[in-house]
C-alpha cells in the first residue's frame, strides 16, 4: 500500500467517456432492488473508473455493458458502509475474471486495512486459487493508495478530493474528475457545504448527494431503534433544495441527485424536482439505477 496523492499514470485514449450510475439508494438498509447502495461508473479519458462500491457494484458494472477486467481505478468516498460494502467482492470477482495489468484504488486512510482483511478472510480461496488454478497473485493485481484533500491524480484524467462536512466521519471526500474538457463531480456524502460549489466550479455533472427533510419523518417512523437517526440525517446530509442551490453557484452543466434519502418508492420523482426548483432552473435529473450520461461535446 501507499499513501502519496498525486500520481501520475498513464494516458487517455478514445474510449466514449460516458457516466452510469449504478446504485442511487442512501445509506445500509436494503428494502427493496429498485434502488442499489452507492456506486458510479465513470468512463473517462479511457480510464474505466468505478466510484464507491455499495451492495450491487459488481452486478451493475456488468449491466453497464462494462467488463469487469477493464475496470482500471476505483475511488472510495469515505468508509461508510453503503459505500464499500461491495469492495472486497468487487476485487475479488475482478481478480477471477483474469485481470491482468495492476488495478488502483485509491480510498481514505483506513482503505489498506480494508483490503488486507478482506484478503485474509478469503485467504482460504485465494490461496487455492492461486496454487490450483495457476491465477495471478491477488494481492499484486490491486495497489491501495490513501489519500486525502487536494490532488489525488495528475495525469491526463486528473482527479482532485476536497474534504466535505459528514459528521462525524472526518475523511470524506467530494471528487472531481476532470479530462480533455470533460468533468464530473461527486459530492459524497456532505451536509449543505458552500466550498464544494467552488470546487465544482463549471463542471459538466454535478452527481450530488440529496435529501428530502420533508419526508424523513416518515422514514423514521418505518425504521425500529433509530432515535438518533434524525439527528444524524439533518447534521451529515444535504436537503434536495440545498444541492439544486450548490449546483447553481457551481454553474453546472447537468446536476444528477444521487444518495437519495429516503429512496421511498411512494415519492413521487416531482417532490425532489419541486425541491431543486426552489433553487436551480438549469439541467437536473434524479438519479435511477442505470442512468447514462454520455459526453456531448
Ligand atoms: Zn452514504
Ligand atoms: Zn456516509
Known amino acids: 500500500m501507499t499513501s502519496s496523492n498525486s500520481k501520475s499514470l498513464g494516458s487517455c485514449d478514445d474510449r466514449q467517456d460516458r457516466l452510469v450510475l449504478l ?6 438498509s436494503l428494502p427493496c432492488v429498485n434502488r442499489m447502495l452507492p456506486a458510479s461508473l465513470l468512463e473517462i479519458g479511457g480510464k474505466v473508473c468505478v466510484v464507491d462500491c455499495g451492495l450491487g457494484v459488481t452486478a451493475g458494472i456488468v449491466a453497464a455493458g462494462t467488463r469487469l477486467v477493464d475496470i482500471d481505478y476505483i475511488f472510495l468516498t469515505h468508509l461508510h458502509s ?5 469492495l472486497g467482492p468487487l476485487l475479488h470477482t475482478i481478480w477471477t475474471s483474469g485481470r491482468q495489468q495492476q ?11 480494508l483490503v488486507d482483511r ?6 482460504f ?9 495457476g491465477r495471478a497473485s491477488f494481492r499484486d493485481t490491486f495497489e491501495v493508495t490513501e489519500y486525502t484533500e487536494g490532488c489525488v491524480l495528475a495525469s491526463c484524467l486528473e482527479v482532485n478530493a476536497l474534504r466535505v462536512a459528514h459528521p462525524p466521519v472526518t475523511d470524506c471526500f467530494a471528487l472531481r474528475f476532470d479530462c480533455q474538457g470533460w468533468s464530473v463531480t461527486f459530492s459524497s456524502d456532505t451536509c449543505y457545504f458552500p466550498p464544494l460549489a467552488e470546487f465544482s466550479r463549471d463542471t459538466r455533472i454535478l452527481v450530488h448527494e440529496a435529501m428530502l427533510t420533508s419526508a424523513i419523518d416518515r422514514l423514521i417512523a418505518r425504521a425500529p431503534n433509530t432515535t438518533r437517526l434524525r439527528e444524524h440525517l439533518l447534521a451529515s446530509h444535504t436537503d434536495a433544495s440545498d444541492a439544486g442551490a450548490i449546483a447553481a ?9 444521487n444518495h437519495l434519502v429516503p429512496a421511498d418508492p411512494d415519492i413521487p420523482d416531482q417532490a425532489w424536482l419541486d425541491a ?12 435511477y439505477d442505470g442512468l447514462e450520461v454520455k459526453r456531448i461535446d
Do not use: C, N, Y
Open 23 to 28: 446504485g442511487t439508494k442512501g445509506g445500509p
Open 82 to 86: 453503503d459505500h464499500v460494502l461491495e
Open 249 to 257: 453557484a457551481a454553474g453546472a452543466g447537468l446536476l444528477l441527485l
Open 125 to 133: 480461496d485465494i490461496e487455492i486459487r492461486e496454487m490450483d488454478e
Open 118 to 123: 478482506f484478503r485474509e478472510s478469503m485467504r
Open 276 to 287: 431543486v426548483r426552489t433553487q436551480w432552473s438549469g439541467d437536473v435529473r434524479l438519479g
Open 103 to 113: 488495478v488502483k484504488v485509491w480510498g481514505p486512510a483506513g482503505t489498506g486495512k
